[in-house]
């Protein structure tokens, strides 16, 4: 598919803004007064600026509060529900933080949960599309999940964590890519399949193969500006790597590394979030570039 930019922003910032809220909502760290406010400051700018960036791909943005009304039957509706109520219950949870210096435990908690189930409910918008093999598995889900709290692990400066979570979050990347690799063939989606004329065409031409006799139309149109996009198999194993070094092997190889000097440790830290943050924006432009959409078969593509 198209790897439109407010979809790369979308994904990649709530991502990290919900993986922080998440830590904060459970009490990491434990911060009150004017540091928990620039913790929630950065936290809510990410998942705020996130979503933000979603509604720049809507062809009617003035609409998009009519979402929220099919919640029984759109992820997306229900994500935006989720990422209201989690950014209310954390902005009451903050509140207590900064100004009260209070820590109401239940409502960190429940904010939390409703952060993982905002990144979860996004994830399920890709996951449920039948018509892209690699984004209809389990691992995708997965795959959202742990990249968000490996970065919510590292804002929140918990070190120790997020090394651990940022291997684990690596090692699905790499199942992902590699399980993704084959889900068009496993699919079985075919020529035949997609027009339904394999089994139609009697028990001797059923082994025939069905192909297009000439394009469905000589210009460009949405479908093929959208929906088909291919990347080359040498330049995606090369944004791979790069993902996967400056989203994982970078971040914990700047965390890992002994420090004694407190300032030289704060702008390794750094360092990290912004390694990682490049990383998974690269990742989150292949899970998009590379998403066989099932119509690329009508163009000769898949």
């Known amino acids: 598919m198209h790897p439109a930019p407010s979809v790369i922003l979308f994904t990649t910032l ?23 406010f620039v913790f929630y400051a950065i936290a809510y700018a990410l998942a705020v600026g996130g979503l933000l960036a979603s509604t720049f791909h809507l062809g009617r943005p003035e609409r998009a509060l009519k979402a929220f009304s099919q919640w029984k039957t759109s992820w997306l509706s229900r994500e935006g529900l989720c990422a ?8 009451l949870f903050a509140l207590g933080a900064i100004f009260l210096q209070q820590d109401w435990r239940l409502l960190g908690i429940l904010g939390a949960a409703l952060s993982l189930a905002t990144v979860f409910t996004t994830s399920m918008i890709y996951t449920q599309l039948k018509t892209i093999p690699r984004w209809n598995m389990a691992l995708t889900p997965v795959m959202f999940l742990s ?29 992902y890519w590699g399980k993704g690799d084959g889900a068009f063939a496993a699919s079985g989606t075919t020529m035949k399949t997609a027009t339904g004329l394999g089994g139609n065409l ?32 040498k330049h995606a194993f090369k944004l791979r790597a790069i993902a996967l070094t400056l989203g ?8 890992a590394l002994p420090m004694e000097n407190l300032l030289i440790k704060h702008l390794m830290a750094g360092f ?24 690329g078969l009508y163009y000769g593509k898949r």
Do not use: C, D
């Open 14 to 36: 709530s991502g990290l803004g919900f993986g922080l809220l998440t830590f904060l909502g459970l009490g990491y760290p434990g911060v009150t007064g004017w540091v928990a």
């Open 84 to 91: 209201v109520a989690a950014l209310m219950v954390m902005g």
């Open 147 to 175: 990249v968000s709290l490996a970065g919510g692990a590292l804002l929140a400066g918990k070190e120790s964590w997020a090394i651990w979570l940022l291997l684990l979050a690596g090692a699905v990347q790499l199942a």
């Open 202 to 233: 009697g028990a001797k031409q059923s082994g025939a193969t069905v192909r297009a006799f000439e394009p469905p139309h000589t210009g460009s149109n949405y479908l093929l500006r959208e929906f088909v996009y291919v990347v080359g198999r």
């Open 248 to 255: 994982f092997a970078l971040p914990i190889l700047f965390l």
């Open 272 to 295: 990290a979030v912004l390694s990682h943050m490049i990383g998974v924006a690269v990742s989150r432009w292949l899970f998009f570039a590379q998403a066989e959409h099932v119509v």
